[in-house]
């Protein structure tokens, strides 16, 4: 069955160093990847989106990367901030863009 | 501003009984969803709309039902066959065929259901 995994293991960094979270799907080859950023108790929020052509996306501080050989998809915040604490999502197209799945998210820890 | 507003934030629902989460959209948007999370896991799809009077089920659609009578409105009722109803309920919308180019869904803010 198609899966797809992000570290369930919060991740903790210190302000201003690069955060790096992973995203790793198998069964299937999408025709683009997203990723989202939810606050506790809210909506996620759409951020950047890939597609299998692309190796790399940016929009200001996000990096986006997408490797179809590795089925993994690699997302940078640089220069992070306490404010970017959050879960992050990563999601994936299934055809049509109706069908997409969702990983469970990383929860990430920007410490001042 | 245009968005998505989901109400209640949140509902309490009696063993038995029916509730329903209501799903408002002012984007002009076609296609509508309503998606399950439960922690630790991705969000599952429940049902989807694609256009005004039809709708598909999604991945979880036992003991959910759902209407679109309105562009605007999709809401989703939880029926008492729904045995494990407690959760965080997700609305969104998208423009058909789009998600791919300009990108992503837009969720609404959620309603926490649980039951008591």
């Known amino acids: 069955s198609q899966k797809i995994e992000q570290n369930s293991e919060a991740l903790n960094i210190q302000e201003g160093k690069t955060a790096t979270l992973t995203c790793n799907y198998t069964?299937?080859?999408?025709?683009?990847l997203q990723w989202y950023r939810q606050d506790p108790g809210r909506g996620p929020v759409f951020l950047l989106l890939i597609r299998e052509n692309e190796k790399e996306k940016r929009k200001e501080r996000l990096k986006v990367t997408f490797d179809t050989t590795l089925k993994q998809s690699l997302f940078h915040i640089t220069a992070s901030q306490p404010a970017d604490s959050a879960t992050y999502l990563c999601?994936?197209?299934?055809?049509?863009?109706?069908?997409?799945?969702f990983g469970a998210g990383t929860r990430l820890f920007v410490k001042a | 501003d245009g968005g998505i507003t989901q109400s209640p934030k949140y509902l309490f629902r009696k063993e038995g009984q029916n509730v329903t989460l209501s799903c408002e959209q002012n984007l002009n948007h076609d296609a509508m969803y309503w998606y399950r999370q439960d922690p630790g896991q991705g969000l599952r799809l429940i049902y989807y709309s694609q256009i005004v009077n039809d709708f598909q089920k999604g991945d979880i659609a036992e003991g959910y039902s759902v209407s679109r009578e309105k562009k605007e409105s999709f809401p989703l009722t939880v029926t008492s066959a729904q045995k494990n109803p407690t959760a965080f309920y997700l609305c969104a919308s998208s423009i058909p065929g789009t998600v791919g180019s300009s990108g992503g869904y837009t969720f609404g803010s959620g309603t926490r259901l649980t039951v008591v």
């Open positions: 069964n299937y080859s999408p025709a683009y």
């Open positions: 999601a994936l197209d299934t055809g049509g863009g109706f069908k997409t799945i």
